[in-house]
């Protein structure tokens, strides 16, 4: 009998704690995105160090490839979420300059096309939607060496 009852207590106790953890787990966490829900925060894991992609979105790796050698990156990523596309492009605005890229553009036909550049790359940012999502695609190559130059050279 006295197995039978200390079996009970153990049982109830491991119930009661199992409940704990579980409600625990499930209550809303004091991020900035709860006190701001119009505000995204860059993902922890980035494929390029110095471009950030927002929260939410789902990388798409069979639609994505990148390659670096010799101080040359080149890539296309590409992404899909449920974001608003005016959310994204005041990530971006925000956000990129962090890094040191310089807002060349924001072109806007249904489609929403950010151009950046820095140094010696350049890197296109667009947003598509489909159906109620978006596709993010992050277009990151060097610059043309012909552009450099001109860039560089006074005007006759």
């Known amino acids: ?7 009970f207590f153990l049982s109830a106790i491991c119930c ?5 953890l579980i409600g625990c787990s499930t ?5 900035t995105k709860s006190i701001n829900p119009g505000i995204l925060e860059p993902q922890a ?12 979105l789902k990388n798409l790796p069979a639609q994505s490839y990148t390659f670096e050698s010799s101080g040359v ?3 296309v ?7 608003k596309s005016e959310q994204i492009v005041n990530f971006y605005k925000e956000q990129m300059a962090m890094y040191n890229w310089n807002l060349v553009n924001i072109v806007e036909y249904g489609q929403s096309l950010l151009n950046f550049e820095r ?6 940012i ?8 978006i596709i993010l695609t992050i277009s990151l190559g060097p610059k043309s060496q012909i552009a450099s130059k001109k860039a560089k050279s006074p005007v006759k």
């Open 27 to 31: 209550l809303p966490s004091s991020d």
């Open 119 to 124: 140094e010696n790359e350049s890197c296109i």
């Open 45 to 56: 894991k980035l494929r390029f160090s110095d471009i950030p992609v927002p929260v939410g």
């Open 1 to 7: 009998m006295k197995i039978f009852v200390k079996l």
């Open 77 to 83: 990523l590409k992404f899909q979420g449920n974001n």
């Open 126 to 133: 667009t947003m598509e939607p489909k159906g109620s999502s």
């Open 73 to 75: 990156r080149v890539g």
């Open 16 to 20: 009661i704690l199992a409940t704990a």
